[in-house]
């Protein structure tokens, strides 16, 4: 292979030789598993995302009847991600969702974007710093994307939501990978994180229990149009031994959830309240399952 | 002249009718394929505009006596028209094709009072339709349906249907009144919060298809959330007051109001045809 491919530099030059290596059907918008040939390892961490999951989703299905609230769409097959810009739907593929070419292949230059400097033969590739940024999500998440400025916080969404992964191999195909050095990568799995317990401080005042978004520096849960929820389950204990049950949802869509440092104050029945037992548990717009972020007891400070 | 055709053409291409009773009757199944979630582009409901159009453009060319342009419209009035008695097989009667070419024909006579005839008689045949019809088909196909919108009780952490959701949505509302007017102040108290939580939610429930949240924030907007906050503080008080509780109750309601406004009834009749 080595010997071909010095023969190839000798007889056309290296611009020649990119060529010679494209595949066309690469920059014909793909489905995300030929993207999968090169990058393996991206492909299976982006499938267990839920941008693989945004068309295919039953909840989705359910709540667009069956894929007729027609606004809803775009955001769920985009046919080009750009940073700001609300993308228009695909016509092509929908069921990869947020696919590999929604993001990465731009009909202005007719190559991939992305943003590390790389030399990948079978398709020009640009390097893009965008990609590193906040803006290049609010496209889509614009509420998550206003709320994470109000925060005024330095980390941006690729920060949390694409970790770095270290130094990897971009592409796990014979004999490109062999031209290539291993590079910082992000992961593709998007993994919607879970609000640790100390990402939401919860205080006894009189009369009150104040939660505080400490933690997560955009609206908790947050979402554009989804439905993921907070459930605080307190149980009142009062000094006459009376006990009382308080139930709240706090949501995006309610306008409830919890701004980063707002504090959100929760009335409790009136009366001499001894101790609070609170329970704060999440669900995640696509799922049933409530998962517990916190649990504490708070009790009243003697006088 | 051009002022008789003119009221005469308006007069009896629009959809006048009137009643002192009006009976609903269930749209015909085909329909259904000519708007949302089955088609996006109204096909029927676009044949009617371009219908409307085309009687206007007679109209419009005749009184600058522009025959030719006339009858250019009245030609298009009738390919939609015969092409409009096909879409829903039930309704076929309604529609008599011959009076169509009857007044492409009064058209080409280039004679206004055969245009007013011509345009009376198949007018005629458009309000007889509109008249049986076209109420109930803006009640069912153009408001969507509540069928498939689910909404999280804060209270009981369940999903419930809209109506169901109402239902306790009341029951809490007239508790606090019982419990209020009884002088149970604890009582009340509790399914007052009940109340509060439950009307807070149903933002959410507006957001499943308001997605641009700006009729959301009318209805279930910073108003709304002044008085339920007003309520919540009303009613944490020792002694919680009576008359200034049901005030704001007074308060809420005009957002319950408003959105009942615009879509009890189309949902009462969408849930009455289902039945």
Known sequence: ?303 | MKAKALIAVLSLSGILFSADKVILKKPPESLKKFYPPASQKFEFLSNMYSMSTAFYGINLNINEGNWKGAKEWALKLKKTYIETSKMVPEWKDYFKPKLADNLVKAVESKSVDKVIEASKKLGQTCAKCHADNQVAVKLVYHFPSFDNIKIEDPVEFMELETGKYMKKLTNSLKALKVYLTQGNVEAAQEAGANFIERARQLRSMCSKCHTNKLSEEVIVGKEFEGHLNKLEELLSAQKPNREEIFKTLGSIGMSCSRCHNVHLIPALVQEAFKK
């Open chain 1, 1 to 303: 292979m080595i010997p071909l491919l010095l023969l190839l530099l000798f007889l056309g030059g290296c611009e020649k030789l990119e060529t010679v290596f494209v595949e066309e059907d690469l920059l014909q918008r793909p489905p995300a598993k030929r993207c999968s040939d090169c990058h393996a390892d991206i492909y299976r961490e982006w499938k267990k995302s839920r941008h693989f999951h945004a068309w295919t989703s039953e909840r989705f299905r359910i709540e667009t009847e069956n894929y007729a609230k027609v606004k809803c769409l775009a955001c769920h097959a985009p046919h080009q991600v750009d940073p700001g810009r609300k993308p228009e739907l695909r016509a092509e593929f929908r069921e990869d969702g947020v696919s590999c070419v929604a993001c990465h292949f731009k009909e202005e230059t007719k190559s991939m974007h992305g943003p590390l400097k790389v030399w990948s033969p079978p398709h020009p590739s640009k390097q893009d710093l965008s990609y590193t940024k906040s803006s290049f999500c609010a496209s889509c998440h614009r509420e998550t994307y206003k709320e994470w400025k109000l925060a005024k916080v330095e980390r941006s969404c690729q920060s949390c939501h694409m970790p770095s992964l270290g130094k990897r191999d971009l592409i796990q195909k014979f004999p490109f990978h062999l031209f290539h050095l291993a590079k910082p990568r992000t992961s593709h799995e998007f993994p919607s994180l879970k609000a640790r317990p100390e990402d939401v401080e919860v205080r006894l005042e009189p009369g009150k229990i104040v939660l505080t978004n400490v933690g997560v520096p955009h609206n908790l849960p947050t979402a554009d149009q989804g439905d993921p929820k907070l459930y605080l389950l307190a149980e009142v204990i009062y000094s006459d031994g009376r006990r009382k049950k308080v139930r709240k949802i706090l949501s995006p869509q309610s306008k409830t959830a919890l701004a980063y440092r707002e504090p959100r104050e929760i009335r409790i029945p009136p009366g001499e309240v001894k101790e609070v037992r609170v329970k704060l548990l999440r669900r995640l717009a696509w799922s049933e399952e409530k998962e517990l972020i916190k649990e504490i007891t708070l009790r009243t400070p003697s006088p």
